[in-house]
């Protein structure tokens, strides 16, 4: 089975993109799934590591978390662009000790703080496993500090871990 | 300019299509605006993020109301967009950031956190202990 | 009524979209570093692939949907390129 279906949830979510692409017909149905199984053994040959998703139920509230936070500090970003210099403001790095390991949980890890405004991922030490991150809003750094580890790095430990 | 196929639109639809339309246009010229005032590049960085988060999806969301409305089938391919720049920025934003601090380093810039596994090394040096693998991962 | 409203939006995020792309441009003419200049870049291409999604909405047709996607496409791959050409001056290592 899984000789012939290697990734099975990205075949899924192939298929189902080649249908939003194209139109939701017969058809296209068997073209896609064809497009897809092509892909699929693609990306098996170029040997990618195997994340293993340990508790799927955790899934939907991550995602949610996320949307949530990156709707309050769009707000919050927007805000302090809007008020300009009246403000004082402070942004500045800040190193974070990290307790996950997985590499596929670091990357989402990465993706979330980055894509919500305020906090970009700047580089991360895998030796020492600590993460430089920039910060926009620099008010308190041990709430920072917090967030990511109790809001996200948590959530992503159950998970994969 | 008129838009003819518009006057079928039922008003809630009218309204949410111009509210999520207003909303993420204006996110993303906030976003553009805070890339075009602020200072330094780090802050910078932000800016950009407010266009390709919900900026992005504002629009999006406003494009599949419109369509799925008008033409009384779900039209979703615009998700795809959405799912695409919120997956790709971060990526960008990312090779970006660590270009810049690879260039303020080696331009040994005070405003940039000197590279961690020097200091890593330093403490080898000195006590000695570990070798090896920290040389090897710490780039 | 509803058009109205529709077409009194569809204006209104044109022009915020036409000053964001105004304002990502300058950044990109102004740098001062190279690295400002290619996230400008990257601001402009997504900035364009927005208006051409409001475009999509003015029209009523679905055919500015692919040319968005494609500028989305082609601006990663152009911004990632540009961010490795940053990072030794090379793309080709």
Redesign the interface.
Known sequence: MTRFFPFPLLLVSLVLMWLALTSLSLGNLIVGILVALMAVHGFAALQPSRPKIKKWHLVPKLIGVVLLDILRSNIAVATIILQGRRRQRKSGFLTIPLDLRDPTGLAILSVIITSTPGTAWMDYNSARGEVLLHVFDLVDEADWLDTIKNRYEHLLREIFE | MSMPHAANLPLWAAILVAAFLVIGAGLTLIGSFGFWRLRSFYDRVHAPTLGTSWGTGGIVFASMIYFTVLELRPVVHEILIGIFVTVTMPVTLMLLARAAIYRDRAEQNPDVPVMEPARARLEEASTGSETGSRLQNGI | ???M??????????G??A???I??M??MMRGP????R???L??LY??S??QL??F???T?S?FY?EA??II??LG?VA??AL??F??RGEVIE
């Open positions: 009524m509803s058009e409203i529709v077409v009194f939006a569809v204006w209104v995020a044109h915020a979209l000053l964001a792309m304002f990502a300058a950044r570093r190279a690295q400002d290619v996230l400008g990257d601001t997504v900035n692939m927005l999604l409001v999509g909405i003015r009523g679905t949907f968005a996607l989305g496409v990663f911004t990632a961010a490795k940053l990072m």
